[in-house]
Structure formats: structure tokens, C-alpha cells
């Protein structure tokens, strides 16, 4: 940008970090961006949720006998979209440096919406799996870049609360799922074939065998509506979210980092609703382009100038190499890790077979507990967006161990007290159901938002996005080894699920207490003084002096008597 439109007269101004009491709403245009980039968090919630509804379904077991009535083959399509969604997320990190944070949404959404319309309109099994493989690519590429984008464009005393708008958007997603779920399969009955007889089951519980109980002319009861519009209601939120980002700036830190400085300075803008002359647009920008120049003095000494395919691989490595970046990133996966092994997706994979453990019966019934724990899970979520600014995030993630993992034991206790006869000890059941929506409270406010809020902070701006690539595709393979596992633990060691998911709360708790710093308040470029990088944080304040003069602002420090920082031209 030209230097006559940073130069200023002696002014005071606020510095990057606002108050404690900052809100939310302080902002309508940020708040705003970040809701409509959160759509994304949507369409993962949403395509997770809808197919245990979607299984349960007689019309789509007579289209698919095979992945209805084979546990081992449905398991395997279910899981279709983890292993996708772990690749996905993984190789995202190149993609949303070369093209932009902005423009990798977009194209996720053109991927997702071509996957989504593959599975709605299956006639056979492998358009499913070929449909449900493509999903899950878009999938974990927003559930990567997303976190990223609302992180790079918030400000530090809000940062928290915008990235944690990913999770309850999750949470409705998944709710939506359920409830759209539970009003389609009524669409011509809940039965395939009223007139034909249950076969399959026992004599005692017959259940429907895709297999045995259609009728010659197919299902004359439920139609294949119900399960082909919840799959297909999900490319609309997606077209409203690809068509919108539109008309939304990409991030001034990936701006900047592309030497786009004057497209920077007018995203920075929009976002700060402030001019781009304004004294904290160019402080806040001069942070950022310390951090780009400090990364680009560790590039030329420790990679000899490398560029292309192998900057992107020694980035890569020095995650591994290098001491501070490897703690971080190891705190990143580690958050991630407990996040799946604390028992929060095989709570929503298999919550109607475990309500049915606690002596709750019949799918309409299961179904329904199962849509209540989606209400519970989404407002939970809430308090995580109030509080995670003002608390920190320490705080939330240890009350959240203790109390997942207390309400884990009680449960696990109460199932292997009365085993199958809780069906006949109807307070013991309850008060075990009681304890599954406790133990959703307390991880919807701690580790289900924060998995998302610590990674896409705690790194610098240069390896942020392939640091977050690998901590998104750590939640991706733990999800798809819980869903795999799940159901094997549930019929061998019944209760013992409930505690061994217990001890990894417990664990999580130890961790947080031991090895997660608090980054409350903090800008992303002061992430090193955070993780006890005081050498690079010296530098990037060096250079960060040097591109003030060298743009013709000088910065002082700070006035003692109002807490300002005055610049003045030189």
C-alpha cells in the first residue's frame, strides 16, 4: 500500500487487544462473517447425524438389503465418510495457501454438493459409497479450513467465542438431522410392507428382514422419500454458503501473506469497521507482517530458499523438528484426540442402542431420546460461546473432564448393576439416561468447541494451515476408530464402554492441567511469548519497529497515564 495513505498526525489509540468485557455483538459485520463461514460446521453436523435416522429406515433396507442387514458392510459405509474426511482434511493445508482460505470454502462446497447429489439419488450400493466418499472429502476440508478462516479474520478478545460458533453450528446441524429424520420416516408409514409379516428377530421381538419382508411390488407403505430428502436437504444450506462466501473478504492474514497488501488493508477494514488508515488497522497489520517477515528470515536459513513441493515438505517436517512448533502441534492432536476418546461421537453413532441399554424400547422412542440429546448437546454449546473469552479456555476444559467423566462412571455403574433387567428397574434407567445428558452438558461446553479453538490459534501464520490440516485429520481417524470399535465394546464388555471412555475424561483433565496454556486475549502473532518463545517473539517485535519506520510510522510505546499507544510520523 502507498506510504501516504499509513502516514498519520500524533494520535492515540487502543491497542489490538480490547477489554475483557468486549462482546460478540460489539461487532455486527464480524459476528456475521463468521456465522455464515460456520455454515459449514453445518453440513458436517448435519451429514453425520442424518444417517443413523436414515438406517433405521425399512424403505431404504429393501433398496439396500445389504448395508441394512450386514452390521460388518454398514459399518464400513458409515465409516465411507471418515476416512475421506480424515484425507481430506489432510492435504487441505497446500490448498488453502495456494488458493486462499475464502476460494477453499467454495470449492469444498462445490465437492460436497456433487457428493450430496450422488446419495440422494443412489440406485445402487456403490453410488452410496461413491456418493458418501465425496461428501466426506468437502467435509474434512471445511472442517479444517473453517476453524481457520474464523480464526485468522476475529479479533483476539473474541476469537474464542467465533471459532466456538463452529461447534454450536455442529450441534444444530446434527439436531437438524435428527428431527428432519424423525418427520421423514413417517412419510407413507414406518412400515415397507404393512401386509407382509415381520420375519426376521426373534419371537418374541420380530424386526423387519429386507431380505424376506417386501412385497413383490416393492414397499407399498414408506416411501424411499423419506430417506432420499434428508440426504438431499443438506445441498442447500451448502449452495447458500458457496454462493455466499461470495461476497465475503478472505482473511487479511493470508493477504498479507500473498503480498496483497492493499486488498489486506481493505478486508482489515470491513472487518475492524474502522478506515484502513485508521492507527490499530496499521498496528494490527504491522504484527501480522512481522510474523510473515520472521517466517520468511527461518525459511531463507533453514531451508536454503526452498520453494514449490519442497517448502510445502520441509513446513511440514519442521512440525517434527522443530521444538516449540512440535509442542504445539502435539497439544493440538492431543486435544483432538480426547475429544473423539472421551465417547462424544459413539454417544451420537449409537445413542439409540444405548437408550435402549437403559431400558428405553421401541425405535420411535429411541429415536426420540436420541433427538432430545440433540437439543441438550446445541444449547450446551451456548455457554462455551459466553464464557471462553471472559473464563479462558483451561478452565472450561478441566470442569468439563471432571464432570464427563464423574457422569461416565455413574452410568457405566448403573448398566453393570442391572445389566439387562434395567428394563424392569425403570429410576435406575432414568436416572442413567439423566446422566448421558449431564455428561453431553459438560463436554458441549469444554472439549467439543475447544478441539476447534486451540489449533486454529496456537500456530504461526506460515504452517498454520498444514499444522491444522494434521490436527483435523487426528479427529477424523480417532472418529473413525471409535465408530468402528463402538459397537464390538458395547456387546462385549457392555458397561465397560462407559468406563473406558471415563478414564480418557480423566485423562484429558490431567493433560489440560499439565501441558495446555491459556490463550485468552491473545493476538495469533503472540502466540510465541504464549508458548515461551521469547527469542522469536523479541524478533518479530524487532522487525516489527523496522516495517514501522520503513512505512513511516514510528512507534513510541506507551503512555503511562492513558494506557495508549502513540505513533507519530516521522
Known amino acids: 500500500m502507498a506510504n501516504q495513505e499509513l502516514n498519520m498526525s500524533s494520535q492515540e489509540f487502543e491497542p489490538s487487544t480490547k477489554p475483557a468485557k468486549a462482546s460478540l455483538l460489539d461487532n455486527p459485520y464480524l459476528l ?6 460456520s455454515l459449514g460446521g453445518f453440513l458436517f453436523g448435519y451429514d453425520q447425524g ?5 438406517l433405521t429406515m425399512e424403505s431404504f433396507g429393501a433398496a439396500f438389503p445389504k448395508i441394512y442387514a450386514d452390521a460388518g458392510f454398514k459399518g464400513w459405509w458409515v465409516s465411507t465418510i471418515l476416512l475421506t474426511a480424515w484425507f481430506g482434511s489432510l492435504v487441505n493445508g497446500p490448498v488453502a495457501d495456494k488458493y486462499g482460505r475464502k476460494m477453499n470454502m467454495i470449492i469444498a462446497v462445490v465437492i460436497f454438493v456433487v457428493g450430496s447429489a450422488i446419495q440422494a439419488g443412489a440406485v445402487s450400493i456403490g453410488m452410496l459409497f461413491v456418493g458418501r466418499a465425496i461428501a466426506g472429502l468437502a467435509v474434512g476440508m471445511l472442517t479444517m479450513v473453517i476453524p481457520l478462516y474464523i480464526s485468522e479474520v476475529s479479533s483476539s478478545d473474541i476469537r474464542g467465542g467465533l471459532v466456538v460458533l463452529q461447534q454450536l453450528s455442529i450441534t444444530i446441524g446434527i439436531l437438524a438431522s435428527f428431527w428432519i429424520d424423525y418427520g ?4 407413507g408409514g414406518t412400515r415397507c410392507s404393512p401386509s407382509v409379516p415381520y420375519t426376521g428377530g426373534t419371537a418374541s421381538s420380530p424386526s423387519f428382514d429386507p431380505y424376506t419382508d417386501v412385497g413383490p411390488n416393492g414397499c407399498t407403505g414408506q416411501s424411499t422419500a423419506a430417506w432420499r430428502i434428508p440426504l438431499a436437504l443438506q445441498i442447500l444450506p451448502a449452495l447458500i454458503l458457496g454462493i455466499g462466501m461470495i461476497f465475503y473478504p478472505d482473511t487479511p492474514r493470508w493477504l498479507l501473506f500473498q503480498e496483497r497488501d492493499e486488498e489486506a488493508f481493505r478486508a482489515l477494514s470491513k472487518l475492524r469497521r474502522l478506515p484502513a488508515d485508521h492507527p490499530s488497522i496499521v ?9 510473515i517477515l520472521l517466517e520468511n528470515t527461518y525459511i531463507r536459513d533453514n531451508y536454503n530458499g526452498a520453494s514449490g513441493l519442497k517448502l510445502h ?7 517434527f523438528t522443530n521444538k516449540s512448533r512440535f509442542r504445539r502441534l502435539a497439544i493440538g492432536c492431543c486435544v483432538m484426540f480426547f475429544q473423539q476418546f472421551m465417547g462424544c461421537n459413539a454417544m451420537i453413532y449409537y445413542a439409540p442402542t444405548m437408550f435402549a441399554s437403559l431400558g428405553l424400547s421401541g425405535n420411535t422412542t429411541s429415536l426420540l431420546a436420541t433427538g432430545v440429546y440433540g437439543i441438550v448437546n446445541c444449547l450446551s454449546t451456548i455457554p462455551a460461546i459466553l464464557l471462553i473469552d471472559k473464563v479462558g479456555r483451561r ?8 464432570g464427563t467423566c464423574i457422569s461416565l462412571v455413574i452410568v ?3 448398566v453393570g448393576a442391572y445389566g439387562d433387567g434395567l428394563g424392569a428397574h425403570k429410576a435406575a434407567g432414568w436416572v442413567g439416561i439423566a446422566f448421558i445428558y449431564i455428561y453431553d452438558v459438560n463436554f458441549s461446553y469444554s472439549f467439543a468447541p475447544i478441539g476447534w479453538v486451540l489449533p486454529s490459534e496456537i500456530f504461526n501464520l506460515a504452517i498454520r494451515s498444514k499444522a491444522i490440516s494434521i490436527t483435523t485429520s487426528t479427529t477424523w481417524m480417532c472418529n473413525f476408530i471409535i465408530g468402528l470399535v463402538t459397537p464390538d465394546m458395547l456387546a462385549q464388555i457392555n458397561w465397560g464402554t462407559y468406563i473406558f471412555f471415563a478414564a480418557f475424561c ?15 486475549g491473545k493476538t495469533l502473532e503472540d502466540m510465541d511469548l504464549v508458548f515461551g518463545d521469547t527469542a522469536a517473539h523479541e524478533e518479530q517485535e524487532r522487525i516489527r519497529q523496522i516495517e514501522a519506520q520503513l512505512r513511516g510510522v514510528q512507534i513510541d510505546g506507551t503512555d503511562p497515564e492513558k494506557g495508549m499507544v502513540v505513533e507519530h510520523t516521522e
Open 50 to 54: 442424518v444417517v443413523s435416522g436414515v
Open 184 to 187: 421423514t420416516h413417517y412419510i
Open 32 to 37: 456475521g462473517v463468521a456465522l455464515f463461514a
Open 313 to 319: 515438505a520441509s513446513q511440514y517436517l519442521s512440525l
Open 412 to 414: 457405566g455403574a448403573i
Open 283 to 291: 498496528s494490527e497489520a504491522l504484527d501480522i507482517k512481522a510474523s
Open 395 to 402: 478452565p472450561l476444559l478441566m470442569c468439563g473432564a471432571a
Open 506 to 520: 480423566l485423562l484429558a483433565g490431567g493433560f489440560t492441567y499439565f501441558f495446555v496454556p491459556e490463550t485468552r
